[in-house]
């Protein structure tokens, strides 16, 4: 109800009374007068009047699913969207949706998450009203070890969708931290079930932080969109680009799973390129230099003793 309510108001050119929205949706005035307080609830200011019936002055700068809807030009992606206004991990649930056999492209929203995950065991820290915290699932038909190619071609994604948004010029840490002026502000989670001859599910988990206002003191290289544009920006646009431009580079992939088609965009965009990185691989720690990026995503590195090797995962400081 309060979508078709939603929409009503939203397309109503002046006001619009509560019998009038009653007679079009077959409910009575109580329900209409009771998701206009549902709206009001979520943050919409609505002004009413005894004679005309209520018009929308304001929308508020949430993620549910009807404001993510609205406009969103996909097939696939968000076609089915699950909104909470608080959960312990949007990735826990988008997994236990996929096992019990949700469509691919169904996408998990919360305003809050009270276990946020991170990648190597981390804590993601995610309050309310601030980010996007979302898991999308993806039933691809490659190989399990394909799938952190795929990670990385909705990391890049996801740093095109931001600049296009906000016009900062955001950047890629290998293989798919999100940075802006030289801070983490985006990270992306993957977890999959696999059997050895296919995928049955890839979770992509998505931290974004938007207008987070600041950060503790012990997490120095996390910021926000709105730390270091130093304005704040509309959640749903974001979210929205994201998914309309992954979707499109979800497309591209399938048809040819190797992230050959990727390179350039991805090494246009990746600053841990060219310059000597800093590996953390199996408890071993070790200085190369960063060449290239590999048509399976992995990164190319020259040892200082020469020897050239590839980095499949594991942590690297620029
Ligand atoms: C990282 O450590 O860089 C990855 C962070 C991923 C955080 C996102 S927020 C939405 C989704 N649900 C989680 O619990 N984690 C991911």
Redesign the pocket.
């Known amino acids: 109800m309060v979508n078709e309510v939603l929409t009503l108001l939203k397309n109503a050119e002046d006001y619009l009374s509560g019998e009038e929205m009653s007679k079009v949706l077959g409910v009575t005035r109580a329900s209409i007068w009771k998701t206009i307080n549902k709206l009001k609830e979520q943050g919409y200011t609505i002004e009413s009047s005894t004679r005309k019936g209520y018009r929308i002055k304001e929308v508020p700068n949430i993620i549910t699913k009807s404001e993510v809807l609205e406009e969103l030009h996909t097939q696939l992606l968000g076609r089915e969207i699950v909104y909470y206004e608080e959960i312990?991990?949007?990735?826990?649930e988008a997994k236990q949706l996929a096992r019990e056999g949700c469509q691919e492209g169904l996408v998990v929203i919360?305003d809050q998450?009270l276990?946020?995950?991170?990648?190597?065991g981390?804590n993601?820290s995610?309050p309310a009203g601030t980010?996007i915290?979302?898991?999308l699932v993806l039933r691809p038909p490659i190989l399990p070890l394909q799938a952190s190619t795929l990670t990385l071609v909705a990391g890049l994604s996801l740093c095109e969708a931001i600049e296009a948004v906000t016009g900062l010029e955001a950047r890629i840490k290998w293989p798919?931290?999100i940075v802006v002026n030289g801070k983490?502000v985006?990270?992306?989670?993957t977890e999959m079930s696999a059997e050895l001859e296919g995928i049955k599910y890839v979770i992509l988990?998505?931290?974004i932080n938007v207008n987070t206002p600041h950060f503790p003191e012990d997490l120095p290289y996390a910021s926000s969109l709105y730390l270091e544009g130093k304005q704040q920006y509309i959640r749903k646009d974001i979210l929205k680009e994201f998914l309309m431009r992954f979707e499109k580079d979800y497309f591209t992939y399938l048809e040819v799973p190797t992230f050959q088609n990727f390179i350039q965009r991805y090494e246009a965009k990746c600053i841990t390129l060219n310059k000597k990185v800093k590996i953390l691989a199996s408890s071993q720690e070790y200085v190369a230099y960063a060449k290239a990026i590999t048509e399976e995503g992995m990164l190319k590195v020259v040892t200082e003793q020469g020897e050239e090797k590839i980095i499949l995962a594991g942590e690297v400081s620029v």
């Open positions: 312990s991990s949007t990735n826990e919360a998450q276990l946020g995950k991170g990648r190597l981390r993601w995610s980010g915290w979302m898991s798919n931290d983490k985006c990270g992306i989670l988990g998505i931290g």
